[in-house]
């Protein structure tokens, strides 16, 4: 990654969470829990999608129409975001799937 990568990437994210700032408080405490029930759960797909930014254009939208927010995402933030993120992989479950430990010649595991 070269220093020009994370000058973008950090405009991105400071144009991102301009977006952000822009919605109403309704809207901008919702998208903080969201932020941190994605950023806990640790979908791998959320770091090389758009997910947030979807969310931000959903939000807008919403706004714009006047709808509250619980009438576009319904009353529990982790039931929604478990929607969007579907059956994505999880760093939870990579960590899963890697071996626990490395045998020795021997065929016991290393402790």
């Given at each position: 990654?070269?220093?020009?990568?994370?000058?973008?990437?950090?405009?991105?994210?400071?144009?991102?969470?301009?977006r952000i700032k822009a919605l109403p408080p309704d809207y901008r405490i919702v998208y903080a829990e969201m932020q941190k029930y994605l950023f806990k759960v640790g979908t791998v797909?959320?770091?090389?999608?758009?997910?947030?930014?979807?969310?931000?254009?959903?939000?807008?939208?919403?706004?714009?129409s006047g709808k509250s927010v619980t009438e576009l995402i319904g009353p529990d933030v982790a039931t929604f975001c478990d929607g969007l993120i579907g059956d994505s992989p999880t760093y939870a479950d990579l960590?899963?799937?890697?071996p626990t430990a490395n045998p020795d010649t021997n065929g016991n595991p290393n402790q």
């Open positions: 990654m070269s220093i020009r990568d994370i000058i973008d990437g950090k405009r991105q994210w400071r144009a991102h969470m301009a797909s959320l770091t090389g999608g758009n997910v947030l930014a979807e969310i931000a254009d959903y939000f807008e939208d919403g706004a714009a960590y899963h799937q890697a």
